[in-house]
């Protein structure tokens, strides 16, 4: 099994609704991170949590929101999604005193 | 801000070498990292380098780190098909857990 798993892996939405990205790890990693992936840009980072009370902006969060409900759970919300927001989207772990990070597969989201 | 940059695309030989290349502005980054994303998948680390070195090398792996010149680089021996991914490089600062990602290299190896 996947020790970090994205729902959905594909969303298709319009302009203006509000959607929910999801990732859950099996790790017991304390930390976890959202980034999103554009082409020629890399990977930006949207928000990040090192632990269930604390929540931190990364470089891109206008327009995104987070939620830690629990340590294996770290979802992204879009209140009011926009065309731009379309790209590939990763879930990312870390665990305490260890700089690696592990990668979700990723959710791959176009709005319309 | 922090910068890491990459060149986009590179299209090798199978059995011949590749080298990608990656440079960073942030002076005092402590980690620099190799990541390798295979289509359809997230990323997986392939290998690191603290700052304090010039070298690494993992089997078929060989990391150039020049500090002077901030500038890393990636070396496949032997390059396969199977070798054919994304590459990003990323910088950590001390005291951060956040890296900066690079634009990504995609490899192309032809049979």
């Known amino acids: 099994d996947a020790d970090v798993t994205q729902t959905p892996r594909n969303r298709i939405t319009k302009t203006g609704k509000r959607i929910m990205l999801e990732c859950s790890q099996t790790?017991?990693?304390?930390?976890m991170y959202w980034y999103r992936q554009d082409p020629g840009l890399g990977l930006r980072l949207i928000y990040y949590s090192f632990d269930v009370k604390d929540i931190n902006k990364g470089e891109i969060s206008d327009g995104y929101s987070v939620s830690r409900q629990a340590q294996a759970k770290f979802s992204l919300s879009l209140e009011s999604a926009i065309p731009n927001q379309t790209a590939l989207y990763f879930c990312?772990?870390?665990?305490?005193?260890?700089?690696?990070?592990?990668f979700g597969p990723g959710t791959r989201l176009t709005v319309l | 801000g922090e910068d890491v940059e990459q060149s986009l695309f590179l299209s090798v030989r199978e059995g011949d070498s590749s080298v990608i290349n990656c440079t960073y502005t942030?002076?005092?980054?402590?980690?620099l990292y190799w990541y390798k994303q295979e289509p359809g998948a997230g990323l997986q680390l392939l290998t690191y380098?603290?700052?304090?070195?010039d070298m690494k090398q993992d089997q078929r792996l060989t990391v150039l780190l020049n500090k002077k010149d901030k500038h890393l680089s990636l070396r496949i021996a032997d390059t396969q098909t199977g070798d054919s991914a994304i590459y990003f490089c990323?910088?950590?600062?001390?005291?951060?857990?956040?890296?900066?990602f690079g634009t990504g290299t995609r490899l192309k190896v032809l049979a």
């Open positions: 790790k017991g990693h304390d930390r």
């Open positions: 942030d002076s005092s980054s402590t980690y």
């Open positions: 380098i603290f700052s304090n070195m």
């Open positions: 990323a910088d950590q600062s001390p005291g951060t857990y956040k890296y900066i």
């Open positions: 990312a772990t870390s665990d305490l005193g260890n700089n690696e990070q592990f």
